[in-house]
């Protein structure tokens, strides 16, 4: 069943933000993944290999002791191998909102492509 496979899959992902575990990134990321953002009028489109790089060098925020926020807001399926989620988390001081374009290779869920938006900065930190 596609929606529980999606779930799980998406635990992986709130689990890998907050572990900066690049074993678990490179599972959860497709090598052809593309991020996108926009806000405070600046685009910013960040390919696989310069994100894989900011999260290898950054503290994780589970290290910094963050606590976390995972939220599944939608799951839409669009066919057994490919599907939309929406999603909401804590990461470091922020809350994030991601679409999160995901797709079956060789059996496994990946993320091929995310729209990320920060929808608020939490004041007093942890």
């Not at 490919?82 to 496994?108: H, Q, S, T």
Request: glycine fraction near 6%; include cysteine; aromatic fraction near 10%.
């Amino acid at each position: 069943m596609p929606v529980a496979e999606i779930q799980s899959f998406l635990k992986e992902y709130f689990d890998v933000l907050q572990s900066q575990d690049i074993e678990q990134f490179d599972r959860v990321f497709h090598r052809g993944c593309v991020l996108y953002s926009a806000q405070d009028g600046v685009v910013v489109v960040r390919p696989f290999d310069e994100y894989r790089k900011m999260v290898q060098g950054r503290e994780s925020p589970q290290s910094r002791g963050f606590a976390r926020a995972d939220q599944i807001l939608m799951i839409d399926v669009l066919s057994p191998e490919m599907a939309l989620a929406k999603v909401r988390l804590r990461l470091f001081d922020n809350i994030m909102e991601d679409y999160l374009n995901l797709l079956k290779v060789d059996g496994k869920w990946t993320i091929v492509a995310k729209l990320f938006h920060r929808a608020e900065t939490l004041a007093g930190g942890k």
